[in-house]
């Protein structure tokens, strides 16, 4: 069992940054993909971002390229969110994901395995 607790969700202003850390309690950590996913109000649950076990290929959700980056720091069995130039449509539930099927950065809901609880970003205008 994976668990993922996610942190560094909040308010911020348009424009604004925010970076979201998950942090995973499986020592195998490193051989997983990882991935951010949200949920905005009334949505369904919408990848953001992919990263693979290594750390060497990412994928990105076309609304947030430029904007966001994934990373990962396998030592420490974390990946991180930053994100820039923060818009309201970004405001949502942003979920850490692990995937014990694959280690690519795979951008498919069905691919994840393992899921945190979320942690709430909200953009104001």
């Known amino acids: 069992q994976v668990r993922l607790v996610e942190s560094g969700g909040g308010l911020v202003q348009a424009g604004g940054s925010l970076r979201l850390s998950c942090a995973a309690s499986e020592r195998t950590f490193d051989s997983y993909a990882m991935a951010w996913f949200r949920q905005g109000p009334g949505k369904g649950r919408e990848i953001v971002a992919a990263i693979s076990w290594s750390g060497d290929s990412t994928n990105y959700a076309d609304s947030v390229k430029g904007r966001f980056a994934i990373s990962r720091d396998n030592a420490e069995s974390t990946v991180y969110l930053q994100m820039y130039n923060l818009k309201p449509e970004d405001t949502a539930v942003y979920y850490c994901?692990?995937?014990?099927?694959?280690?690519?950065?795979?951008?498919?809901?069905?691919?994840?395995?393992?899921w945190g609880q979320g942690t709430q970003v909200t953009v104001s205008s």
């Open positions: 994901a692990a995937s014990t099927i694959t280690g690519t950065a795979a951008t498919l809901r069905g691919y994840y395995t393992y």
